[in-house]
């Protein structure tokens, strides 16, 4: 009687397995390899972009009006300078700029965003990227959205769950029903190479895609799990914080903010340089030693900078996003998840072609043998 439930329950999640793979495999393949590029997007961006990332020996100096007054020129009039990021010594200077979005859209859409890299000493312009411009960035949308406007991170976020159950019952189908689990290593199952393939790659890495799948569940449904784990709201509204526009004529000059900023960092070196907005008419300037300053744009005043930072506003949140991206893990985690991104096309691909073969072997006629005769 338990090994007759056994076999019902086996054929139930068969069932789901089976009919995840062959109804989501389309969605789920550029899912799963736009998720393997991004894990090396640094990588990929110095191979695809090497211009920008020249590095020079001399610098301008920590006087950001030089490179502002070199992108004047390539900003529209509607753009407004957002932040300035300084990077190491000899590395280039990257300036990101907000275009307001029109009028009445304010409080829906988030605001056109330019980024561009200067060349340290000469502060030439090296590169430009408007909004959603470049292969990576489509990446991260094929991946985040898989271009579907409006509630795209929700189906992704769906799809997640599908991967995670496909992942398990994936895992306990695999486990041989009769002598040792380590049956389950061979080889040989069977006598096609796709069946193969499928339970060997499948054992291997459903662990991994398991783990993939539940972080991005996490990511897609950000208020439900940082609510469930006693984090929402430490961070502030973060979704206004992205519609932030900058403000059209600042009071004060970078130039001035810094040197106000510099006396309370001990000497150390600027990083970045964050513009008042619309929410907080303040600058950020941050330095290399972790430090960083408020300087209110109207008076002046200076100020330590409590905002805390993702990672000490949402420490689970950052852990799943860094599981998940493999950012700060070490290179054997990032090749095990850039597999678990590559699984799904394998395990979709042969799963397909087991089901065809099945479907066909269902559709042989049955060969009856002939009634006996009356003598």
């Known amino acids: 009687m338990a090994g007759s439930k056994t076999l019902k329950l086996r054929r139930t999640w068969l069932q789901f397995h089976k009919w995840i793979g062959i109804l989501l495999t389309v969605l789920l393949i550029p899912l799963g390899l736009s998720g393997s590029a991004l894990v090396w997007d640094e990588q990929l961006d110095t191979l695809l972009y090497p211009q920008r990332h020249v590095s020079s020996a001399d610098s301008q100096g920590d006087r950001p009006s030089l490179y502002i007054e070199k992108v004047k020129a390539q900003l529209g009039a509607d753009d407004r300078i957002a932040l300035l990021q300084f990077g190491p010594e000899g590395a280039p200077i990257l300036i990101g700029a907000v275009r307001a979005p029109a009028e009445g859209t304010a409080q829906q859409a988030r605001p056109l965003r330019t980024t561009l890299w200067l060349k340290r000493d000469t502060a030439d312009v090296l590169d430009k990227s408007v909004g959603q411009s470049g292969i990576l960035r489509q990446l991260h949308i094929i991946h985040g959205s898989l271009m579907i406007p409006g509630m795209g991170r929700q189906v992704v976020g769906w799809l997640g769950v599908a991967m995670l159950i496909s992942s398990l019952t994936g895992l306990w189908l695999w486990w041989p029903t009769v002598g040792q689990w380590t ?123 409590s905002t805390p930072s993702f990672e000490d506003a949402y420490p689970v ?42 479907r066909k072997w269902r559709e042989r006629p049955v060969q009856r043998r002939p009634e006996p005769s009356a003598a």
């Open 183 to 305: 049956r389950g290593l061979r080889w040989r199952r069977s006598r096609d190479f796709d069946t193969n393939a499928h339970h060997m790659a499948g054992f291997w890495i459903a662990v991994p895609l398991a783990m993939l799948s539940l972080t991005g569940v996490w990511i897609s449904f950000p208020a439900t799990f940082n609510a469930l784990s006693g984090e929402r709201g430490r961070g502030g509204n973060r979704e206004a914080m992205m519609r932030a526009v900058p403000l059209g004529t600042p009071h004060l000059a970078a130039d001035h903010v810094l040197a106000l900023a510099q006396p309370g960092a001990q000497n150390a070196k600027p990083t970045s340089i964050a513009w008042p907005t619309d929410q907080a008419p303040r600058w950020t300037v941050r330095f290399s030693n972790d430090m960083a300053w408020n300087v209110d744009d109207a008076s002046g005043a200076v100020t330590p900078d």
């Open 317 to 358: 949140a950052s852990t799943m996003r860094h599981m998940h991206d493999g950012t700060g893990m070490g290179m054997l985690w990032r090749v095990i998840i850039t597999l678990g991104g590559l699984a799904p096309a394998l395990l979709g691909v042969t799963g397909i072609l087991m089901w065809l073969r099945t």
